[in-house]
């Protein structure tokens, strides 16, 4: 079956980078968006950036352009997000989610089925 692992969180300074990674397993990885989505105590979910199924298109929401990749290595089967000068609005829990259809366009207007357990980033000094 599918499965989507985090991992990678934990408590950093502003300013700190991190790198989280989701290993997937349970169907063809290469062929689907993959998405980093992050959620707030007392916020709604928010889909920080999405890549395409081949790693040449990603998008990212205004808040962390600049800071923030996404990157994939469909070799290893794991989607990456790599942030930098993280700031204490960063806090959040870091999912990883599969893309409904293959081969689908890397935009914000997708549908995910599949969500990982999520990853805590705590960014506080």
């Known amino acids: 079956q599918v499965q989507l692992v985090e991992s990678g969180g934990g408590l950093v300074q502003p300013g700190g980078s991190l790198r989280l990674s989701c290993e997937a397993s349970?169907?063809?990885?290469?062929?689907?968006?993959m998405s980093w989505y992050r959620q707030a105590p007392g916020k709604e979910r928010e889909l920080v950036a999405v890549i395409g199924n081949s790693g040449r298109t990603a998008n990212y929401v205004d808040s962390v352009k600049g800071r923030f990749t996404i990157p994939r290595d469909n070799a290893k089967k794991t989607l990456y997000l790599q942030m930098n000068s993280l700031k204490p609005e960063d806090t959040a829990v870091y999912y990883c989610?599969?893309?409904?259809?293959?081969?689908?366009?890397?935009?914000?207007?997708?549908?995910?089925?599949?969500w990982g357990q999520g990853t805590q980033v705590t960014v506080s000094s």
């Open positions: 989610a599969k893309d409904r259809l293959p081969f689908g366009v890397a935009s914000f207007r997708n549908t995910y089925d599949y």
């Open positions: 349970g169907f063809t990885f290469s062929r689907y968006v």
